[in-house]
């Protein structure tokens, strides 16, 4: 059972965590670019901002929310819809973007608070409960933060937050299959991942013939496509393990391109 308080803190950890980062840069070096082509910090944190601010309407007002949404589908813009929203917050000054995207984090974070038990909410994929979306707003800050890292060269040390990013990286199985034109594996895989404190992670039967085990940081980047697989210390055992791992996608949209290798 998920402790929804608990849940909650370790998404205004994560998000607090990228704000210590990027509270005391200069405008330029919110300019810097991150190893997503084409986005600086800037685009980074504005992207956070954006999906608060459409998971916030999720929340507060589903009609709006699948109306914006059906909008962006009929408009054929759906494949802009993401990178627009980046471009017009990365746009804004830092200090304004920071201030927004603080404003909408600490909303969302007291709207899901109260989401009755049983709630479906909306989204881009489908529907899901507050603990789901508040794992998923987890694992995209999560994500994200491990651009703005690399781009600015800071030595991120793993926090126990990442079995939130790895537990729906394990549940994305199929999804991942679907979404790349596959049928999903009818028997449950066995995922072992070597947990920050060196204690194991376990998800699925044991006697699993297909299993995945590693190292915990590497699945989550590799399921976030914020690593190559190669790069990993990622081991398959079974063909459709070995499958997974080339396609493995725990965010919403079309199939990522993934990273190139070191």
């Known amino acids: 059972m998920i402790d929804p308080t608990a849940l909650l803190a370790d998404l205004r950890a994560e998000g607090a965590?990228?704000?210590?980062?990027?509270?005391?840069?200069?405008d330029d070096?919110?300019?810097?670019?991150?190893?997503?082509?084409?986005?600086?910090?800037?685009?980074?944190?504005?992207?956070?901002?954006?999906?608060?601010e459409r998971s916030l309407l999720a929340v507060t007002d589903p009609d709006a929310f699948q109306t914006e949404f059906?909008?962006?589908?009929?408009?054929g813009n759906v494949a802009h819809f993401v990178d627009d929203g980046a471009a017009e917050g990365a746009a804004q000054p830092p200090a304004k973007l920071l201030a927004?995207?603080?404003?909408?984090?600490?909303?969302?974070?007291?709207?899901?608070?109260?989401?009755?038990?049983?709630?479906?909410?909306?989204?881009?994929?489908?529907?899901?409960?507050a603990a789901s979306m508040a794992t998923a707003r987890i694992m995209e800050t999560w994500a994200h933060s491990c651009?703005?890292?690399?781009?600015?060269?800071?030595?991120?040390?793993p926090s126990p937050r990442i079995?939130?990013?790895?537990?729906?990286?394990?549940?994305?199985?199929?999804?991942?299959?679907q979404l790349n034109g596959r049928t999903p594996p009818a028997e449950p895989f066995r995922v072992e991942l070597l947990a920050p404190d060196m204690t194991l992670w376990t998800w699925g039967p044991e006697d699993a013939a297909q299993r995945v085990t590693g190292p915990a940081v590497d699945f989550c980047r590799?399921?976030?496509?914020?690593?190559?697989?190669?790069d990993t210390a990622l081991v398959a055992y079974g063909a459709q393990?070995?499958?997974?791992l080339d396609i493995a996608q725990a965010f919403a949209g079309a199939p990522g391109a993934g990273r190139a290798k070191a």
């Open 147 to 157: 651009d703005v890292a690399d781009a600015l060269g800071i030595k991120r040390e």
């Open 100 to 129: 927004r995207w603080r404003e909408l984090r600490d909303a969302l974070n007291s709207a899901l608070a109260q989401v009755p038990a049983g709630t479906k909410l909306p989204w881009y994929g489908p529907p899901m409960s």
């Open 29 to 52: 070096e919110w300019a810097t670019p991150t190893p997503a082509a084409g986005w600086t910090v800037a685009h980074q944190v504005a992207h956070l901002a954006w999906t608060d």
């Open 222 to 230: 590799l399921v976030t496509q914020r690593v190559h697989r190669d």
């Open 17 to 26: 965590e990228l704000d210590s980062w990027v509270e005391p840069l200069s």
């Open 163 to 177: 079995k939130h990013v790895a537990h729906l990286g394990v549940r994305t199985r199929d999804f991942a299959f």
């Open 70 to 75: 059906a909008a962006a589908l009929s408009g």
């Open 241 to 244: 393990a070995d499958e997974w």
